[in-house]
């Protein structure tokens, strides 16, 4: 079924929806994005989304196309249109077109472009058994704070997983890991504290992680936020990542070694219940 999508001011068939070929997101990867998650037909944590996004294009002295009510409105508009009760909306900001050169062009128009994705997310079975990861060399840029379209690198890491058999790889830079391919990094130590990377330009400032944390810290857990390395990850209790497109998943394997006893453990189990439960309650 063809879905409705949004391009530029108008909603089309996404067969008819068109992109200038000059346009420096297919050129440059010039452009940031966001994914919103959808439960229930309304969208999670968007309050959180719409402000990265105006960081990411302050970062990269990039105009926004419409204001933050307007960006509102086409999300809703897309899930009303497609009927969406349970997935992802996916919007990308572009410079715009203009002839090839690598100063930023002075006039042009940015791009918006947004369109649904239909995905089970409160019932996976990535979630019920556990993902299993690999380490990796993080070879991405040194601004993975803006979160710009330019995912080659993180697609090769995915890659490397894939063909050796497990579901995802967590990046690692200078002896620690930074953070999944498209999701954030944890651990849980023996005395149930809660370690992920500290915020920095060396990871993306995740909208789920900052929901997560300060979930946490609600229920009484400790949490820690500071670099980690592979090898304390296999030593520790429990694993698990978080994302808009997986919410808090747990990771119950890395470089073949099972973390604690190789399931699900029940923090992450705690967490992705509370996270889905608030979500619920607060998506708009
Ligand atoms: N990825 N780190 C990276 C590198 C990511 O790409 C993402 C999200 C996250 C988690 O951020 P958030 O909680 O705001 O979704 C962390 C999205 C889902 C994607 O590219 O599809």
């Given at each position: 079924m063809s879905r409705t999508v949004y391009v530029n001011g108008a909603y089309v068939a996404e067969e008819d929806a068109k992109i200038s070929i000059f346009d420096r997101g297919f050129l440059m990867a010039d452009g940031?994005?966001?994914?919103?998650?959808v439960l229930d037909g309304k969208l999670v944590d968007f309050p959180g989304h719409i402000a990265r996004l105006g960081r990411s294009l302050n970062e990269l002295d990039m105009d926004a196309p419409v204001d933050?009510?307007?960006?509102?409105t086409i999300h809703r508009e897309l899930v009303?249109?497609?009927d969406l009760d349970e997935g992802m909306i996916y919007m990308q900001v572009t410079r715009g077109a203009a002839d090839r050169d690598f100063t930023y062009p002075e006039n042009a128009r940015p791009s918006l472009v947004l369109f649904t994705q239909e995905k089970p997310l409160a019932e996976t079975q990535a979630a019920k058994d556990g993902i299993r990861v690999i380490s990796v060399e993080d070879i991405r840029w040194g601004r993975r704070d803006i979160k710009t379209v330019q995912l080659l690198a993180p697609s090769m890491c995915k890659m490397m997983a894939k063909k050796a058999g497990k579901d995802d790889a967590w990046m690692v830079e200078d002896g620690f890991v930074t953070e999944g391919t498209s999701n954030n990094a944890y651990i849980v130590l023996q005395d149930g504290t809660i370690v992920t990377r500290n915020l920095s330009n060396a990871i993306l400032h995740g909208i789920t992680r900052e929901?997560?944390?300060?979930?946490?810290?609600?229920?009484?857990?400790?949490?820690?936020?500071?670099?980690?390395?592979?090898?304390?990850?296999?030593?520790?209790?429990?694993?698990?990542?978080?994302?808009?497109?997986?919410?808090?998943?747990?990771?119950?394997?890395?470089?073949?070694?099972?973390?604690g006893a190789g399931e699900p453990g029940p923090v992450a189990k705690r967490l992705r219940e509370i996270y889905?439960?608030?979500?619920?309650?607060?998506?708009?």
């Open positions: 940031v994005y966001e994914v919103t998650s933050d009510a307007e960006l509102e009303a249109r497609n929901a997560v944390l300060r979930f946490a810290r609600e229920a009484q857990i400790k949490v820690v936020e500071r670099p980690f390395t592979v090898e304390e990850a296999k030593g520790a209790a429990e694993a698990f990542i978080t994302a808009a497109s997986t919410f808090v998943c747990p990771v119950v394997e890395i470089d073949g070694i099972s973390i889905i439960d608030e979500s619920r309650k607060q998506a708009i």
